[in-house]
């Protein structure tokens, strides 16, 4: 990682300005072309969400245990090589603006795919909301993420599923560069179809990009209307470095 990076999590303000960048740099995205991309191939990209200095400072604090609940091993699960850790609340600021800002651009996408895929489903527009429903439930947890890969992980297909609750999408940040801190280490996407083989996604991403991916399923038009396809992400084996990546995931764990 970066050299330079010995702020703590919430430092990187100063590089965005005060968290209100980050707000507008939600609201600058082209959210029309995002729902479009979401609708054809179940992801969108949205370069540059967070710049050099703060993904550093983000993936800095890994070992700041204060920070979290929990930490997995993956190998010790079978769920690949790596591990990762659950953020305890309350939230970072960074993180917590960022899951209160992009829920309410993608919570109408997720209540028109249920509409379509006859999931009797609608959400909130505020994430309070939706974590509410999700508290009342026994789902108390935050799920919010910090993962961390070096040479010779890799993290296995899965479905980030907690509970009851699903919010049906989740975005992935990446904290490190391709080509500089790693090789290896692509984030894939696999679409299962009725009756077909599965399709593999392999997404292109630069540090401080970010990728916005069904949780589950997503609805797919067909001849007969809107039917339901299944998907699954993961990432590649790294084949040399560190990788970095922010998960922010909107429903809370059982």
Known sequence: ?????????DAHTSALKPFDSIIERIENFDWTEAAAQLDASGRALLPGLLNEDSCAAIAQAYHDDARYRSRVVMARHGFGRGEYRYFRYPLPDTVQTLRENLYPRLAPI????????????D???????????????????????????????????HQDLYGEHVFPLQVAILLSQPGRDFDGGEFVLTEQRPRMQSRVDVVPLHQGDAVVFAVHQRPVSGVRGHYRVNLRHGVSRLHAGQRHTLGVIFHDAS
């Open 1 to 9: 990682m970066n050299a330079n990076a010995t702020k703590p999590i």
């Open 110 to 121: 997720a209540s028109r795919w249920n509409r379509q895929m006859g999931v009797a489903v």
């Open 123 to 157: 959400y909130p527009p505020r994430l309070d909301e939706f974590l509410a429903r999700c508290h009342d439930a026994g789902q108390t947890r935050p799920t919010p993420l910090l993962l961390r890969y070096g040479e010779g992980d890799y993290n296995c297909l």
